[in-house]
């Protein structure tokens, strides 16, 4: 079973965003699985820079998105985004070492990242992009590259 299992109410109704947050969603399932088989150190590693990589991708992209709606909550938002930020970095920075993060911190975090972020700040500024009639061009999904 996967750490985390998307479902329709994680959506926000704006296409690129939505599939970004899938996207998240299967690099946190491969991260979780690489650990809990004990997969070599190179591995995890290489896992959790994709994800650190794509966590910054997709909070520009966010961020490009409430900057060009002038989004009132913009500050707090970042202000989460940068708070995420700094943790995955401090877990690639200890992976790199050769050291497993503590698995029930990681995933009371991932579980922060992927549902309460989302179900709370992200819907917020999706009905707001949706209320200013924002819309992005839908783009073929790319998977991230593991």
Same mark, same amino acid.
């Given at each position: 079973m996967s750490f985390f299992e998307w479902d &329709?109410?994680? @959506?926000?109704? #704006? %296409?690129?965003?939505?599939n970004q947050h899938k &996207?998240?969603? $299967?690099?946190? &399932?491969?991260?979780?699985?690489?650990?809990?088989? @004990?997969n070599n150190i190179e591995e995890i590693k290489l896992i959790v820079n994709e994800l650190?990589? %794509? !966590?910054?991708? +997709?909070f520009q992209t966010e961020e490009n998105l409430?900057?060009? !709606?002038? %989004?009132?909550? $913009?500050?707090? +938002?970042?202000?989460e985004h940068k708070r995420f930020a700094k943790y995955?970095?401090?877990t690639q920075e200890k992976i790199i070492k050769g050291n497993v993060p503590d698995l029930i911190e990681l995933e009371n975090f991932m579980r922060d990242l992927l549902v309460n972020h989302?179900?709370?700040f992200d819907q917020h500024y999706g009905l707001v992009l949706k209320e200013k @009639?924002?819309?992005? #061009?839908?783009?073929?999904?790319?998977l991230p590259k593991i």
């Open positions: &329709n109410r994680f @959506n926000i109704g #704006v %296409y690129e965003i939505d &996207n998240l969603a $299967y690099l946190v &399932n491969t991260f979780f699985e690489s650990i809990r088989k @004990n650190s990589e %794509y !966590i910054w991708v +997709h409430m900057r060009d !709606i002038d %989004y009132q909550e $913009y500050a707090t +938002h970042q202000c995955i970095e401090n989302v179900l709370t @009639n924002v819309r992005l #061009v839908k783009t073929r999904p790319q």
